[in-house]
Structures are given as C-alpha cells and as structure tokens.
C-alpha cells in the first residue's frame, strides 16, 4: 500500500433556512501518506468521523481521491477496480458480503463464480477456512440465523477464498464475545505467518491492535496523527490499564508502589497502572500482600489513548 498526499474532499448540501440550501465541503481525509510493506499488518485508528472508512474505500476503488496519489499491489484502485478486487479482501464487521437468505455454503459458491476461483484453489482455501474457523456445522444455516460471532467468521471467509494478498478488516471483532474475538484474531494471525497477507487493520478495540499488529496508524479530523509502535502511543497518552481485583472481603484501599487504587465497591477494587508497564509484577506484589481471590485487566480504549494523547501533546 503506498499513499501520498491523498485527500478526499465531498461537496455537501447544508440546509440555511427554510428554502436556502448553502453548498459546503467536507475534507474527510486531508493529506494522507504512508506505506505498508507487504505482509505488515497495521492499525488504522481514531475517533468516529476521522476519515478511516473513506480511506478504506479509496484503497478499495470505490472512492476517487480529491488528490495525491495511491496505489495497492502497484494497482491505482479506482483506475482499476475489477482487478484490483482480484488482490484484495474486504471485511465491514458492521455490514456483512454474505446472502441473507442462502446457507453459508451457497454464498461461497457464488463468490467462487464471481472471482473465478479455480476449483482446487477454492475447494482448499475453504477447508482451510471451514477448519480454523470453526464453520463446519455452520455451512448449511441461512446466513439470518447465524449469531454475529458466527457471520463474522463467515464473513471473513468469504473475503479469503479467492487468496487476497492484502486484507482490509473494517471493525472484525465489533459486538463479539470473548470467546470469538480470540478465534479471529488467532485466524488472523496464523494466515498472517502462514500466507503472508498485507493487513490494514480498523477498531476500536486496543486488545486487537495489541495482539496482531506491531505498528499502528491513528487518524483524526483526515490527518494521521501518529504512525508507529503500540507502546508509543501509549506513552505519549500515558494510558492507563486497570486492574479489577476480588478480595476475600472488604479492605481498606489497596497500597502498591506500582499502582492507583482509583476505586472501591465492596471487597471489589480498581487499581490503575501505566499501560506500557507489564501487569506480571504487579499481580505478584498484590497477591503477596492482599487475599485475593480473583482479578482481570481492563484496557483503555481506543478513544480515551487519543483523548490523552491530545491532552498531552495539543499541538499535534
Ligand atoms: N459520502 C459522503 N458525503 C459527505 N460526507 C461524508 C461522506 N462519507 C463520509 N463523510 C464525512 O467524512 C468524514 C469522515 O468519515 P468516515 O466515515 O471516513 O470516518 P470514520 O473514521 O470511518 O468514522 P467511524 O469510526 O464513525 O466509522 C465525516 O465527517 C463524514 O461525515
């Protein structure tokens, strides 16, 4: 993927007045550039209405950009559309690419016909699939009484057997349980080391970016605001990540070197600590002193990362 200077500006109609209409525009990316190696994959992140979901349209065709210059695979997208969806795998977790009404299987027919996958090809990548995702008893249910964990591994499927060398995966762990989400992300990156597949990588759930990507993008107002490691970024915002522990019975609040007591309900508290920091010793320390009985670590999400980081660095 490399990007240089891409901007895309739309031209809207905002109602002045009863009758008026006043003619203004939105600059939903503005000068964008960057470049992701193959087999990368990275984080696109940001706050709602930042420019990701137009960015990944350009990257797909199905935007124009106002300007600069961009290509996928050494393919200029929306010169060349058709070919480029022949290299490219989309995942919208909030829209799904399946048929509604067909069973799953009947959707990865037809997308075998649209992409004329050859017949060994498809049948492979869709063992493979059927494997580690876990769709074996899924294939003859109707894609409408799939639950969502369950169409969005079907989702992800489909946009893999035609053997995309870059992924696009707008929100793909959005409204799944634990459980689910694990699944996807270990798929992900298994077909990231196995397969090497390009990923650019939408959500808001730093759990994701944590565990499958080493870089990540953050976007606001069509402006990348930082592109590097995880752990960068957190310093930058000094996140915090909090540790939520059951004690045997009420105590007063907890005193650790390494931590905050932010809060306390009962024999529950919440003890804050620097995101970049490992939780290891810290559990150790608490267990050493305090009766616990059991605990679990909460990130920061996505938008409070950024919040901070603004507050920290205002003139980024
Ligand atoms: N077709 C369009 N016409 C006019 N404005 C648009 C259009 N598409 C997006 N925008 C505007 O462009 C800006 C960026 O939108 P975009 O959907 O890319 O944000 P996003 O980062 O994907 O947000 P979210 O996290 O909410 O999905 C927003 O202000 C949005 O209202």
Redesign the pocket.
Same mark, same amino acid.
């Given at each position: 993927m490399e990007l240089d200077g891409i901007e895309k500006v739309?031209d *809207?109609r905002r109602k002045a007045g009863r009758l008026r209409r006043e003619k203004h525009q *939105?600059r /939903?990316v503005d000068g964008i550039s960057f470049r992701v190696p193959r087999g990368e994959m990275v984080g696109y992140i940001?706050?709602? @209405? /930042? @420019?990701?979901? !137009?960015?990944i349209k350009m990257l797909t065709g199905i935007l124009t950009p106002s300007a600069g210059r961009l290509r996928v695979a050494g393919i200029d997208p929306s010169r060349e559309r058709t070919r480029l969806a022949q290299r490219i795998g989309v995942v919208f977790g909030q829209r799904t690419t399946l048929w509604w009404d067909l069973p799953l299987k009947d959707s990865y027919r037809l997308v075998h016909r649209m992409y004329r996958v050859p017949d060994r090809r498809f049948r492979d990548n869709l063992d493979r699939c059927v494997e580690l995702l876990d769709l074996a008893d899924l294939l003859d249910v109707p894609v409408r009484q799939l639950s969502l964990g369950q169409r969005m591994r079907g989702d992800i499927a489909a946009a893999l057997l035609h053997d995309p060398e870059v992924l696009y995966l707008d929100e793909p762990t959005i409204g799944l349980d634990v459980i689910s989400k694990a699944k996807v992300r270990e798929f992900l990156l298994d077909l990231n080391a196995e397969r090497g597949t390009t990923v650019l990588l !939408?959500t808001h759930d730093l759990t994701d970016i944590e565990q499958l990507c080493k870089r990540v993008m953050v976007?606001d107002h @069509?402006r990348l605001m930082y592109d590097g490691a995880l752990a960068g970024l957190h310093e930058i915002g000094e996140s915090e990540r909090t540790l939520v522990v059951d004690l045997e019975r009420e105590l007063p609040p907890v005193v650790l070197d390494s931590a905050r007591t932010v809060k306390v309900e009962g024999p529950r508290q919440w003890l804050a600590f620097p995101a970049s920091q490992s939780a290891a010793p810290l559990v150790a320390a608490l267990a050493d002193k305090y009766p616990v009985v059991d605990l679990s670590v909460r990130e920061p999400d996505i938008e409070a990362v950024i919040a901070k980081m603004y507050a920290e660095r205002p003139g980024l």
């Amino acid at each position: 993927m490399e990007l240089d200077g891409i901007e895309k500006v739309f031209d *809207v109609r905002r109602k002045a007045g009863r009758l008026r209409r006043e003619k203004h525009q *939105v600059r /939903a990316v503005d000068g964008i550039s960057f470049r992701v190696p193959r087999g990368e994959m990275v984080g696109y992140i940001g706050p709602n @209405g /930042a @420019g990701k979901s !137009t960015t990944i349209k350009m990257l797909t065709g199905i935007l124009t950009p106002s300007a600069g210059r961009l290509r996928v695979a050494g393919i200029d997208p929306s010169r060349e559309r058709t070919r480029l969806a022949q290299r490219i795998g989309v995942v919208f977790g909030q829209r799904t690419t399946l048929w509604w009404d067909l069973p799953l299987k009947d959707s990865y027919r037809l997308v075998h016909r649209m992409y004329r996958v050859p017949d060994r090809r498809f049948r492979d990548n869709l063992d493979r699939c059927v494997e580690l995702l876990d769709l074996a008893d899924l294939l003859d249910v109707p894609v409408r009484q799939l639950s969502l964990g369950q169409r969005m591994r079907g989702d992800i499927a489909a946009a893999l057997l035609h053997d995309p060398e870059v992924l696009y995966l707008d929100e793909p762990t959005i409204g799944l349980d634990v459980i689910s989400k694990a699944k996807v992300r270990e798929f992900l990156l298994d077909l990231n080391a196995e397969r090497g597949t390009t990923v650019l990588l !939408t959500t808001h759930d730093l759990t994701d970016i944590e565990q499958l990507c080493k870089r990540v993008m953050v976007i606001d107002h @069509g402006r990348l605001m930082y592109d590097g490691a995880l752990a960068g970024l957190h310093e930058i915002g000094e996140s915090e990540r909090t540790l939520v522990v059951d004690l045997e019975r009420e105590l007063p609040p907890v005193v650790l070197d390494s931590a905050r007591t932010v809060k306390v309900e009962g024999p529950r508290q919440w003890l804050a600590f620097p995101a970049s920091q490992s939780a290891a010793p810290l559990v150790a320390a608490l267990a050493d002193k305090y009766p616990v009985v059991d605990l679990s670590v909460r990130e920061p999400d996505i938008e409070a990362v950024i919040a901070k980081m603004y507050a920290e660095r205002p003139g980024l």
